[in-house]
Structure formats: C-alpha cells, structure tokens
C-alpha cells in the first residue's frame, strides 16, 4: 500500500514514530511531504500536499499530523475525493473507515500519545470499507 505523510512542527515527532513503524512493518511505501525538523512550518502547505495526492489518487491512504489535527482536517476536506478523519480514539478510527471509507488519519500530536497513534494507524489502514448503504452517503458529499 502507497501511504503519503505529512506533518507541521508539532507533528512531527509523532510522524517519524508512524514512519519508523510504518517502515519496520515492510508492507508499505511511504512519501513523507514534511516537515522535516522541528522549525515552524505553516500546516497549510504540507496539508495541501498530501490532500491533492489523495485527490488525484496517487496514494491509497494519507496521514496528516498538527498539534491539533484540526488545522489539517480543514485543509484536507476542502478538497474533492478527500475524506481526512480527525480522531482521537480506535473508536473514531474504525468507524472513519468502515462507514466513511476515510482516506486520510489525522492526528493530533499534541493530543495522542505514541501508542495509541500506532494502534490508530495500524487500524486505519487494515480496516475496510463496508459500502452497502454507507456508499449512497459517500455519493451525497461530493454531489
């Protein structure tokens, strides 16, 4: 699976921790689009990014990382075919997938610890979509 990644300074400790385990899992490709160190870095920039590959289906799947994860959700679902999920819990997670069929995590690396982050992607990204009456409502939002 193709994973595009991308964070703002506040995310980006807990973005090198996905890719790390992202990476040791050896079943994934991931493009990081930033940032790159802990230097101020305008979340807008990096959520465009990864939201317009998403868009153009150049990933199967994105994460986007702030402080929040909220600046990130507003950016990323301004965009046609993106379904960015803000969660904070599996909960949220798996529900973004199965019922929303969500193509981007969005996390809060002021927000969510280490483990549970890791818990979230894992199942995030082995969760699928369950379609059935869930699909018209997917339909609905781009009309």
């Known amino acids: 699976m193709n994973i595009i990644i991308g964070s703002d300074h506040a995310g980006f400790d807990l973005k090198e921790e996905i890719k790390r385990f ?19 870095v305008d979340y807008p920039i990096i959520a465009h990014k990864v939201a317009k590959n998403i868009a153009e289906r150049k990933f199967n799947r994105g994460i986007l990382l702030c402080g929040s994860g909220i600046g990130m959700s507003m950016v990323a679902n301004r965009y046609r075919n993106v379904r960015a999920a803000l969660c904070h819990n ?12 969500a193509n981007i995590l969005v996390l809060g690396g002021r927000v969510i610890g280490i483990g549970l982050a890791l818990d979230m992607v894992d199942l995030f990204l082995s969760t699928d979509f369950e379609g059935g009456r869930h699909q018209r409502r997917l339909e609905e939002i781009d009309t």
């Open 22 to 40: 992202l990476s040791e899992r050896g079943d994934y490709i991931i493009k990081d689009m930033g940032a790159f160190s802990h230097e101020p």
């Open 90 to 101: 599996l909960y949220t997670v798996r529900l973004s997938r199965r019922h929303n069929d």
